[in-house]
């Protein structure tokens, strides 16, 4: 069920929110403004070029989800979770974080406090430090209580860099647990469905994906949040120019959210995750990071979902459970907005 605003082509939509196509292209015109050459534009950006164990990585953020309380967690968990996991997927040990608030007038302090706490807890918990920060407060109706920015910056801690540009023909795909349970859950609170179970994902990464760094076939990684699984996997094929096989039946399927996609008509694939990557490595080594990740409580329905294919280059095929091959596109308009 995607939504494509009617609203004037020559003012942003909330569509260009969605993290598909639009958002790809309201990216784009800003970046054009810019001079980025000799970065990638990918999760994180890498301040020191010389290629050491000692690089400083730094990514940037922003949390408006509504509501800001939901099964499994609340927009302070997630602006610590969703930051660094930007760090995680690119092989860099979340380490410091920078908090921005816009505090609309009448928040009540106890709801600004429990936000706080749970921020403060989870950074504890991945030994993230808070270095900075920032506060601003707007009157009543300007804003939906709180939004959070956050800015994660860490170490990398592998001597590779793990981007699009290194994948290849025959590389596997794993996915680390089923998609799209933060978005369903959102779904599920927003309109009142009684879900019993469901909960978001949202969890952090690096603890799962640490372990992989010791194999030298690991190719990239992303975390699955706006747009889900199926964008993620989009960017790739068009980034790498090749294309891109699932298996409908490999999935990790989560039964509620599955529910929720039912009633709603929404696609699991393009459902946001807040705890879940998807992870592409070397045919020889594809086992080795399954039993790896299997050991985290997080990731221990993880599963090779699909490989890197020469066929179809630039595109994304489904082998569905009927034996056909369903084309996995990039979403175009908003499925659900406020989800991050």
């Known amino acids: 069920m995607v939504q494509v605003s009617s609203m004037k082509e020559d003012a942003v939509t909330s569509g260009h929110g969605s993290g598909g196509r639009l958002t790809q292209k309201l990216t784009e015109r800003i970046l054009s403004r810019f001079e980025t050459e000799g970065f990638e534009m990918e999760d994180c950006a890498f301040l020191d070029k010389g290629g050491n164990d ?23 968990k997630l602006a610590v979770c969703g930051s660094s996991n930007d760090l995680a997927v690119r092989g860099v040990e979340p380490r410091w974080l920078t908090l921005s608030l816009i505090i609309e007038e009448g928040l009540e302090f106890s709801l600004l406090d429990r936000y706080m706490e749970s921020a403060a807890r ?25 939004f959070i920015a956050a800015c994660a910056m860490g170490k990398k801690m592998s001597s590779r860099t793990l981007q699009t540009s290194n994948l290849r023909q025959g590389d596997v795909l794993i996915l680390s647990t089923s998609p799209g349970r933060h978005g369903a859950a959102l779904a599920a609170a927003r309109f009142n469905i009684a879900a019993p179970g469901l909960t978001s994902d949202c969890a952090l990464l690096w603890p799962s994906l640490k372990p992989l760094m010791a194999l030298d076939g690991l190719r990239c990684m992303r ?13 790739w094929a068009e980034g790498a120019s090749l294309g891109v096989e699932l298996v409908e039946t490999n999935l990790p399927a989560n039964r509620e959210t599955n529910a929720i996609c039912d009633i709603l008509g929404f696609d699991p694939l393009y459902l946001a995750s ?14 080795g990071c399954l039993d ?19 066929d179809h280059p630039r595109m994304v095929g489904m082998k569905t459970r009927i034996g056909g091959m369903r084309c996995v596109d990039m979403p175009v308009g908003e499925i659900l907005p406020r989800i991050c």
């Open 292 to 310: 790896l990740l299997r050991q985290n409580s997080i990731s221990r329905d993880a599963a090779v979902i699909g490989r890197i294919v020469a």
């Open 122 to 146: 989870t950074a504890k918990e991945g030994n993230i430090r808070l270095i900075a920060g920032d506060t601003k407060v707007v009157p009543h109706g300007m804003a939906d209580k709180i």
């Open 54 to 76: 000692a690089d400083i990585a730094v990514t940037m953020d922003g949390f408006t989800v509504s509501p800001q309380d939901f099964p499994g967690g609340d927009i302070g």
């Open 223 to 235: 975390d699955c949040t706006r747009g889900g699984l199926g964008t993620v996997l989009c960017e």
């Open 274 to 287: 807040e705890g879940c990557a998807v992870v592409a490595v070397a045919p020889e080594q594809a086992e």
